[in-house]
Nanobody, 123 residues
């Protein structure tokens, strides 16, 4: 099973930008559909964005569309989440997840997860 490691989180002020990275252990990372999810304290894990194997099929949650951009570099085995104009409500632990089978916004569709990276946005 592919191993995923997220990085790039931190503490920023509202309006700032951050770029998260999700790096995979396998050279066949291009075989996987990858998604970003997030989980705020006391809330369920929610979908943020997903990208297909070749870097297309980009979809976003309504709450981040127009501010966040998902992309991937299959040579570097890395998927990125560029986050602009961050808001206090974007504060959460961000997780990347991979699926070899299905393009989905559902948590249950993904069977490989990273450990998460904390993003905190202050007002």
């Amino acid at each position: 099973q592919v191993q995923l490691v997220e990085s790039g989180g931190g503490l920023v002020q509202a309006g700032a930008s951050l770029t998260l990275s999700c790096t995979a252990s396998e050279r066949t990372f291009s075989d996987y559909i990858v998604a970003w999810f997030r989980q705020a304290p006391g809330k369920e894990r929610e979908y943020v964005a997903v990208i297909n194997r070749s870097g297309g099929g980009l979809t976003y949650a309504d709450s981040v569309r127009g501010r966040f951009t998902i992309s991937r570099d299959n040579v570097k085995n890395t998927v990125y989440l560029q986050m602009n104009d961050l808001k206090v409500e974007d504060t959460a632990v961000y997780y990347c997840a991979a699926s070899a089978r299905v393009f989905s916004r559902s948590v249950s569709a993904y069977d490989a997860w990273g450990q998460g990276t904390q993003v905190t946005v202050s007002s």
